[in-house]
């Protein structure tokens, strides 16, 4: 089954512990990216890479860093977690732009509390 | 600054009537629009989108308007089911860029 996936779903954490949120792709896309929700502020995007060893900044990138050492695969790193960093993330995937009309696959969400 | 707005929280609509949600944006640069459904404990899932070279796209009860001149778009659903009770989100990118704006979100309410 095509989709992408998101580990852990759910994270309570505390101020200063470096953690990894992971995503995964099995769909061969070369575009993939992190973005949180918060009330009333929608999705924001937070970084993006449009291939391997290729990364930028979104919107919202303080206190975050990526790295696509590999296709599938767009770790979210958050070296020292800070309670405005509590939020629902969500990781998508896409393929190559220029066929396939700009569309997201996005994954389930992981809900992080950082106290 | 909001770049791109979706001033309705919330729309309750009868099973059966239309639908619809509108979103605003401010930069001119923006070439090409979508429309994102997020059902809860899920993540969004692709609804349909515009080009800027079109005013209108069409997928079944789906249809998205687009004018450029207002820098507004709307999602039309007909006829409006339960099932499309969800939030709603329209985003916004720019060719050639790689970053997308999304607006707030509306949650749609499907009475039966």
């Known amino acids: 089954e095509a989709q992408v996936t998101q580990n852990p779903r759910y994270l309570i954490t505390v101020t200063g512990k470096k953690l990894t949120v992971t995503c995964s792709q099995n769909?061969?896309?070369?575009?993939m990216s992190w973005y949180r929700q918060d009330p009333g502020l929608g999705l924001r995007q937070i970084y993006y890479?449009?291939?391997?060893?290729?990364?930028d900044k979104g919107d919202v990138p303080e206190g975050y860093k990526v790295s696509r050492k590999e296709k599938r695969n767009f770790p979210l790193i958050l070296e020292s977690p800070s309670p405005n960093q509590t939020s629902l993330y969500f990781c998508a995937s896409s393929p190559s732009k220029a066929l396939h009309n700009y569309e997201q696959y996005f994954g389930p969400g992981t809900r992080l509390t950082v106290t | 600054d909001q770049q791109v707005k979706q001033n309705s929280p919330s729309l309750s609509v009868q099973e059966g009537r239309i639908s619809i949600l509108n979103c605003d944006y401010t930069?001119?640069?923006?070439?090409?629009f979508l429309w994102y459904k997020k059902y809860p404990a899920e993540g969004p899932t692709f609804l349909i989108s515009i080009s800027s070279i079109k005013d209108k796209n069409e997928d079944g009860r789906f249809t998205v308007f687009l004018n450029k001149s207002a820098k507004h778009l709307s999602l039309h659903i007909v006829p409006s089911q339960p099932g499309d009770s969800a939030v709603y989100f329209c985003a916004s990118t720019t060719s050639g860029t790689y970053k997308y704006i999304f607006g707030t979100g509306t949650r749609l309410k499907v009475l039966a």
């Open positions: 930069n001119s640069m923006f070439d090409y």
């Open positions: 890479s449009m291939n391997v060893e290729v990364t």
């Open positions: 769909m061969n896309h070369e575009y």
